[in-house]
């Protein structure tokens, strides 16, 4: 898998930005996929999976009611609109695939995009 992440920049707080993530030869309903974020001097954490059937979704409890994680098989493509930003998620978020060895969590990922920075600041 080769995903490029898109969609990112700078927003003020109470915004909204919608990330994508694409790989023209993948199938997002086979994977387990991830939206996860690093900030400076950070670790980096989950954000949002979602899973390969059923797309079940999962989100941490700082994005809960906030962010939106979704699929488009046709366009190949996994989405993460992002409503009411707050300066703490100024963050690069990355996307990421698993193998769907069951329900999506945020652990045992294998494939990463380069990232995209989200900047929220007024």
């Known amino acids: 898998l080769q995903l490029v992440e898109s969609g990112g920049g700078l927003v003020q707080p109470g915004g909204s930005l919608r990330l994508s993530c694409v790989d023209s030869k993948f199938t997002p309903d086979y994977w387990n996929m991830a939206w996860f974020r690093q900030a400076p001097g950070k670790e980096r954490e989950g954000v949002a999976c979602?899973?390969?059937?059923?797309?079940?979704?999962r989100y941490a409890d700082s994005v809960k009611g906030r962010f939106t994680i979704s699929k488009d098989n046709g366009k190949k493509s996994v989405f993460l609109q992002m409503e009411s930003l707050k300066p703490e998620d100024t963050a690069n978020y990355y996307c990421a695939a698993a193998e769907p060895w069951g329900p999506c969590n945020f652990d045992g990922y294998d494939y990463w995009g380069q990232g995209t920075q989200v900047t929220v600041s007024s």
């Open positions: 979602i899973s390969s059937k059923g797309g079940v979704a």
